[in-house]
Structures are given as C-alpha cells and as structure tokens.
C-alpha cells in the first residue's frame, strides 16, 4: 500500500515485509500484543527526525555539572541538560533512579521525557581508552586526534569521521586501515593517497576513484593493479612526475583545478555507481556480506534490514543508524548488542525496552533514561513486573490518544539543534527552511576564537610554502560560509609534509561536501 508523508507530502511504500515487521517489533505486555502502526512519515523524513538526536561532531566547552570543573561537550553551556564528565558519568556517586517521575496521564509522552532527560545526567563526550584526543567524540582505543568522530583505533587524525586504523591522515570519511590520507572516503588499506575515493590497497595516488592494488596514479577510474597512470592513461614515471608537477597541487588554485578536472573526467568516464559487494537482494550503497535488504547504506553483514546506514551485524533492522550487533530494532539511531529496541537512542546491551537513551544492560523499560542493570521501569521509576505490565498497557492507550505511540521523539525533545545534529550533514537546510520543520537552531554555534587577527581564508596565501608560522595564531573566515576556524601546530605540518596549501572552507562545511560525494 501507499501512504502520503505527513511533512513533505512524497509517496511512499509501505510493503507486506513492512507490515510484517511492525508486527514483529510490537511489545507483548502480559500476554497481549500493542500494536504498532506503519509510520506517517516517508524513510527521508524519519532518517531526518531521527538524526537531530545525533550530534556527533560539534562541541564545545563547558563545566561539568557534578564537579565544576571546565570539559569537552557535545552540549554547549546554554543547554539545560545536566552534563557530567565521562569518569563522572561512569562513577558510583550518582543513581539514575533518584530521578524517577510518576507518568501524568495530563502531559503528553514526549513533554514528561523532555523533563526526564534534562534532569538525568548524559555524559559530556563517549570516549573511551583514548590519549591526547579532548577534542573527540566517538573515539575508542585512539591517541593524538582532534575534531574527529566515531572513530577507533587511529592515531593522528584530524578533522576525521567513521573510521578504523587509521594514522596521520586529514579530512577522511568511512576510511580504514589507511595512512597518510587526505579528503578521502571509503577506502581501504591506502597510504599517501589525496582525495582518493572507493579505494582499496592504492599508494600515492591523486585523485582516484574506484582504483584497487595501484601506485603512482592521477585523475583515474576503475583500474586494476596499475603503476603510473595519468587520466587512465598510461605514462613512463618521468612524464607521470612532469605532468602532476604541473597541477601545482601546492597551490589552492592547482588543487581546485585538479579537484575540477577530476570531476568533470568522472562524470565523462562510465564507472560504478553503487558498490555491493558479496550481497544478494540488496539495494543501496556501500554494502558487504548482505543478503535481503533494502535502501541500507555503509553497511555489513546483515539480513532483513531496511531503511539504515552505518550498521553492521545485524537482523531484523528497520530505520537505524549507528548500529551494530543486533536484531529487531526498528527507528534508533547509536544503539548496539540489543534485541526488541524501538524508539530509543544511545541505549546498548538491553533487550525488551522502547523509548529509552543511553541506558545499558536494562530490559523491559519504558521512556526511561542512563540506567544501568535495570528492569520494569518506566520513567526512571521501579515497578514489580506486575505493576510494570499493568501501567504500560495504560501508557501506550494514551500515548496513542495524543498521537505519540508507534512515533519516534518529537524533534523538540532532542538537546540538539539542527545545525549542530547529523541531520544538518545529510540533510542541509536554511535556518528558516528547518524552523519551518518544526526543528530548532542554534544561531551563535562558534565560540569566538582566540586569535592576534582575523582574515578571510581567501586572503591566505595560494602556496603552501609561503604560509608563515604566525598563521597558528589567526582566525579565518571560510570563504562560502563566513564561519571562523584556527589551523592547529599539528594540522599545519601536515600540509607543509604533503605538500597541500590550507583550506580555505570551515571543517564543517568541508565534512558536508564529503558527505555529499557520496
């Protein structure tokens, strides 16, 4: 059957294996199942709603509620979410339980959970076994990195989202076992590559695109096993060397004239569109080891999945995001290892729970938030299973009375704008254009820099060897957006050993282009 979508008006389908799922998923509480019905919005506008929950790059400082002490947040200092440093997060001295609400029956669902989640406290940054990396988020097992996300396992990376061993490397998105690497996305096992896309096993390359097992190639697309090729051409190494000297790529307008020639060569040249690799019945992009799925991206090793993005090991997965090692799970975004999860964010190793952020190992909880080795609670508050499966029942009749059940959070319940959210990444917007939405924004998202003065990134010099040291201490002004950045100690010996002349575009807006060549 066909539904008409309740924000942008588009057709979508919802099919048999759909409604099947909706059944799947569908809580049974004592005995009797509560159903849930197919969504009212298209998968575009839920992946949207659902995003807004996810800031995964920006941060700024703030003070840790618990200890006063300055830290690194993804929740600015404006925000009323009570905010704790991981150790204090982590720690013993708070219980999640003391902040228990009785449902109101007189309030909507989503009103009592923005209280909840404003009192509950959240963990400023999710790190773990990291070393010199403050300015992270997402970032496991990894040292000396900085403005970088769900990341793990890297060491030197700079300005880097979605990756795994990875080193010394700038500007990379979906990237593994890589080095060396700059404004490059999903690619493998590459070192000393430059804008180097759906790549495996290549070296000093510039400029490639679905290249594996080739050295010394500029401008090329699809080749195999190939040393010194030139706009798939091939070359002697002495002509290869004369012709990218030529580009002078050490200079911006070298470096956007090959960026330039590159693209107009690729939308000249037949090549892959979409990259599925040891998969059956699949469509989207980006997919490995798959069988039975349907519009799933940045994705391995599923089954039955539809509608998800960066997911892996998975079952049974409809509407998800950020996600591994799990099954029946439908509209989540950063959840893992849970089973029979609906609506929830930022939830791990729980099983039986719907409406939940950030708990861990809980089952059978209901609109609760950062519990930890719970069960039978709802709103943070603990009930006998008999008095869990009673007042559910309850909860779902006037969820769906005021329209909220079956429905992920409302975007006003997230702590996040939309310019600040994964969303604004995948799905950019004006101000006036998401306010209309029903989202919010965040006007004043840069804190000013501390700089000796400040110039348009235009005015830089084009030629990386005439950039002065003194450019440490400037602020620049991006030259599409107007936003400020400041070029870090570390980020500026990169561009001097590669070669490669500063940007002149904000971090942000340069993740935002990666994105969208994709």
């Keep these: 059957m066909h539904q008409t979508c309740s924000q942008c008006s588009a057709s979508f389908e919802i099919t048999e294996d759909d409604l099947a ?24 506008c839920r992946a949207q709603r659902r995003l807004v929950f996810r800031n995964q790059q ?28 991981p150790e204090e997060w982590w720690g013993d001295a708070w219980d999640a339980l003391s902040y228990a609400q009785t449902y109101d029956f007189e309030k909507s669902f989503n009103e009592q959970f923005t209280e909840l989640m404003r009192a509950v406290p959240h963990i400023s940054v999710l790190v773990s076994n990291v070393q010199n990396s403050e300015y992270t988020n997402q970032t496991y ?20 989202q979605n990756a795994n061993k990875v080193t010394d490397s700038m500007d990379s998105s979906f990237c593994f076992e890589s080095e060396l690497l700059y404004e490059s996305t999903d690619s493998y096992g590459c070192y000393g ?26 401008g090329c697309i699809g080749l195999r096993q190939q040393k ?46 979409t990259f599925l690799r040891n998969s059956e019945n699949v469509t989207g992009n ?16 599923l089954e039955d999945c539809r509608y998800s993005s960066w997911i892996f090991s998975c079952k049974d997965a409809v509407d998800c995001y950020g996600m591994g090692e799990s099954q029946v799970v439908y509209d989540c975004i950063g959840v893992e290892e849970v089973q029979m999860i609906a609506f929830s964010f930022g939830t791990t190793g729980s099983q039986n729970c719907y409406y939940t952020d950030l708990c861990f190992n809980c089952h059978d909880c209901f609109g609760c938030v950062g519990l930890r080795n719970k069960e039978y609670c709802i709103l943070n508050t603990q009930y006998s299973k008999k008095d869990y499966e009673d007042l559910v029942p309850r909860i779902i009749a006037h969820m769906q009375e005021t329209d909220e059940w079956g429905e992920f959070f409302k975007p006003s319940v997230s702590a996040f704008d939309y310019n600040e959210s994964k969303a604004s990444e995948l799905f950019p917007l004006t101000k006036e254009e998401a306010q209309a939405k029903g989202f919010t ?23 990386i060897g005439d950039i002065p040291d003194d450019v440490l201490n400037w602020a620049l002004h991006c030259s599409e957006t107007g936003r400020p950045y400041k070029i870090t100690k570390k980020e ?9 002349p500063v940007p002149r575009l904000h971090p942000d807006l340069r993740l935002k282009k990666r994105s969208l060549w994709r």
């Design 286 to 301: 980006n997919i490995q080891n798959s069988r039975n799925c349907k519009e799933c991206y940045d994705a391995l090793d």
């Design 193 to 218: 590559c430059t804008h180097a896309e759906h790549c495996y096993n290549c070296s000093d390359c510039s400029f490639v695109f679905d290249c594996i097992g080739c050295q010394h190639c500029f």
């Design 58 to 85: 920006t941060i700024y400082k703030r003070k840790c509620n618990a200890s006063g002490k300055p830290i690194i947040s993804i929740y600015s200092a404006d925000k009323p979410q009570n905010v704790y440093s």
């Design 141 to 160: 097992d990894s040292r000396d990195c900085y403005l970088s996300s769900a990341i793990k396992d890297c060491n030197g990376v700079l300005y880097c």
């Design 21 to 44: 799922f909706y059944d799947k998923i569908s809580p049974v509480i004592g005995a009797k199942k509560y159903g849930i019905a197919p969504p009212k919005l298209c998968p575009d």
């Design 441 to 463: 924004w965040k006007d004043n998202i840069d804190e000013p820099p501390q700089a000796t003065k400040a110039i348009p990134a235009e005015r830089l010099p084009s030629n």
């Design 228 to 273: 010194y090729h030139f706009f798939n051409q091939p070359c002697s190494p002495e002509d290869y060397k004369q012709k990218v000297e030529a580009y002078a790529l050490h200079t911006w307008e070298g470096l956007e004239k090959a960026r330039n020639d590159m693209t107009d060569f690729l939308q000249d040249t037949p090549h892959e569109s």
């Design 492 to 500: 500026l010996e990169f561009y001097r050993q590669r070669q490669l």
